[in-house]
């Protein structure tokens, strides 16, 4: 079986379908069986594994066309991508068990 994700709005994931592999030998052939299927053209094949597209995508995941990679939803309104696609706090995460606040700007330690 092959995974697809289908695109929204700003390359938004709203859903994935599974595709049996006779009918998806490759992506643009799975691409155009789900199109023919359900009249819907904005799909990308995904890959459970991150093998490709570096992560599996969920709904609320970006498609990044430029970088070809799926991008997970952003965790902090603070937060930026960095040069491999990861969402990146605006300070650096120390060594330990520590959880970012939000409203502090700061890592706190975690309870133990």
């Known amino acids: 079986m092959k995974l697809f994700a289908k695109l929204g709005l700003n390359s938004k994931v709203v859903g994935v379908c599974t595709v ?3 009918s998806a030998p490759d992506e643009a052939t799975g691409i155009e069986f789900l199109t023919q299927l359900t009249s819907y053209p904005f799909w990308k094949e995904n890959f459970k594994d991150g093998s490709k597209r570096k ?22 309104s603070s937060w930026s991508l960095n040069a491999t696609q990861d969402w990146e706090a ?6 330990g068990d520590y959880g970012w606040n939000e409203s502090t700007q700061t890592w706190d330690a975690n309870e133990k």
Not at 64 to 75: A, G, L, Q, R, S
Not at 90 to 95: F, Y
């Open 55 to 76: 992560n599996y995508a969920g709904i609320g995941y970006t498609y990044d066309d430029d970088n070809d990679v799926f991008i997970e939803p952003k965790p902090f």
């Open 20 to 22: 049996a592999d006779e």
């Open 90 to 95: 605006p300070i650096p995460k120390p060594d």
